[in-house]
DNA sequence: CGGCACGTTGAATGCCATCAAGTGGGGTGG
DNA sequence: CCACCCCACTTGATGGCATTCAACGTGCCG
């Protein structure tokens, strides 16, 4: 079996980097401890501190924070290949929460576990750099949307985004991508209230540029759909200039 | 004359560890190449690519990113002892700009430099890392206020963080600060209208809260403030687990 | 069967954007 | 020295986008 595909973290790594047999070795070992999520129960609670880090391998889990009025704003969304609570781990207790929105399998990653595998393949603690790097960038571009894109282009950018990042991990296409969020998720994503959100939907699909429905999302006509949410994905997929080849 | 006070960096690391006589002259040291900006002129725009880091010694930059309807979204204000494109100068191109709101001098520094000082002194790493993972806790917060608060209340909490920041390189406490930006600058950062802006900070004069006059903010009643503006700054000011004692 | 979560739609309210007009200070040039 | 302009701020009027409240539909599961 070919690593690339038991593995969405060399996956994504790998579209940016060329990995060698080494560090594609070195990577699947940090995918020993593994460990299993419901959906609904909190992994981390906003507040905890001392908790591991967590590569997610299957599953999909959202990072948020709640406010005191009960109001939730969700960060971001993990989907498998990404890191979760890895600054965290490092420097501080946990600012936010992360729940499992299906069930997950995800790797439990130490500090030390990731010093060693620095040490051993350098080239992977840049590149790792840089899929940190790139979850910043999204992150300022959600910041971007929630405050200053109307409530189409907002859904629109958010679904074109997260196909792509699928897409990277051979989850998706131009065509669509299977998606477990409830329509309450992307309001608390998109500081929007559900009921809007599926205004928001239906009018996508009255004019025929996407339909989310039954856990999936198909886009009608991605190009036009792309140009009404301004969306322009340069910020998710630069290379890695200090890294061209080995 | 005491090199924390000719230097907010040293001033804002050394709140949170210990630092030595070593450590101070070593940050002294990479504030050799300094420059200076004038107000209005970006420092680095939107897509550049090749250039260099800042350790910003006085004056405030915004960073901002404009879209294609001409909006803008400022993502982040730097103050005294900031980092400005720290993350781009190690990985990528930038894919926002900098714009300098009052004349500011800023040090160049090179990835190198960098890397030659944390090689000397390690623990000015781990102090650096904390101080970007406080920036990524306030983008959030930033994130959770433009979603989630009303008008006032976002305005509220952002004069408040800005404070707590001010405070911590000696330039503002809890009676209030001084202030450079315009309201356009505050619409642009909280997803508002310049208009809208104006009126809440009326309001917010009108229940004897906060004035914000004459590039002047003073807080008349800081707890009060705090408490309508859901202000609790623990993501601020955690201290550094790792670093506790040399 | 009832309960529950998610989705859907209608109606009314309200927050905030937009448009518009006017004030006042600071700088510039005649 | 004054006229002029520009920028930041201010205030009023109007309207729209999104929230809130409410009700109902549907599928799933105990």
Same mark, same amino acid.
Not at 25 to 31: D, G, Q, R
Not at 81 to 107: K, M, N, Q, Y
Not at 159 to 176: I, K, M, T
Not at 198 to 208: A, G
């Given at each position: 079996?070919?690593?690339?595909?038991?593995?969405?973290?060399?996956?994504?790594?790998?579209?940016? %980097?060329?990995?060698?047999?080494?560090?594609?070795?070195?990577?699947?070992?940090?995918?020993?401890?593994?460990?299993?999520? /419901?959906?609904?129960?909190?992994?981390?609670?906003?507040?905890?501190?001392? &908790?591991?880090?967590? #590569?997610?391998?299957?599953?999909?889990?959202?990072?948020?924070? #709640?406010?005191?009025? =009960?109001?939730? !704003?969700? #960060?971001?969304?993990?989907?498998?290949?990404?890191?979760? =609570?890895? +600054?965290?781990?490092?420097? +501080?207790?946990?600012?936010?929460?992360?729940?499992?929105?299906?069930?997950?399998?995800?790797?439990?990653?130490?500090?030390?576990?990731? #010093? /060693?595998?620095?040490? !051993?393949?350098?080239?992977? @603690?840049?590149?790792?750099?840089?899929? @940190?790097?790139?979850?910043?960038?999204?992150? /300022?571009? &959600?910041?971007?949307? /929630?405050? +200053?894109?109307?409530?189409?282009?907002? %859904?629109?950018?958010?679904?074109?985004?997260?196909?792509?990042?699928? @897409?990277? %991990? *051979?989850? *998706?296409?131009?065509? =669509?991508? $299977?998606?477990?969020?409830?329509?309450?998720?992307? @309001?608390?994503?998109? *500081?929007?209230?559900?009921?809007?959100?599926?205004?928001?939907?239906?009018?996508?699909?009255?004019?025929?540029?996407?339909?989310?429905? $039954?856990? &999936?999302?198909?886009? &009608?006509?991605?190009? !036009?759909?792309?140009?009404?949410?301004?969306?322009?994905?340069?910020?998710?997929? !630069?290379?890695?200039?200090?890294?061209?080849?080995?």
């Amino acid at each position: 079996m070919d690593p690339c595909d038991s593995n969405p973290l060399s996956r994504k790594l790998g579209a940016f %980097v060329v990995l060698s047999g080494d560090e594609l070795s070195i990577l699947a070992a940090l995918h020993q401890r593994r460990r299993c999520f /419901v959906a609904g129960r909190d992994l981390v609670r906003q507040g905890q501190s001392q &908790h591991a880090a967590y #590569i997610l391998a299957s599953g999909w889990v959202c990072s948020y924070k #709640i406010q005191a009025d =009960g109001s939730r !704003q969700i #960060i971001d969304f993990q989907i498998p290949g990404d890191f979760l =609570g890895l +600054r965290s781990v490092l420097l +501080r207790t946990s600012d936010h929460s992360f729940e499992p929105i299906v069930d997950c399998e995800a790797a439990e990653v130490s500090a030390s576990d990731l #010093i /060693v595998a620095f040490e !051993q393949a350098p080239r992977l @603690a840049a590149a790792v750099l840089w899929a @940190a790097s790139r979850d910043e960038a999204m992150l /300022v571009e &959600h910041l971007v949307g /929630v405050g +200053r894109r109307a409530a189409d282009a907002r %859904v629109a950018h958010f679904l074109l985004e997260l196909c792509s990042r699928l @897409a990277l %991990v *051979g989850l *998706g296409n131009r065509e =669509g991508f $299977d998606c477990p969020l409830t329509q309450y998720h992307l @309001a608390d994503a998109l *500081g929007l209230s559900a009921v809007h959100v599926n205004r928001v939907l239906r009018s996508l699909r009255e004019r025929k540029l996407a339909t989310f429905r $039954d856990n &999936h999302v198909c886009f &009608h006509d991605y190009d !036009q759909l792309a140009r009404m949410a301004g969306f322009d994905d340069t910020y998710l997929d !630069q290379s890695l200039p200090l890294l061209r080849r080995p």
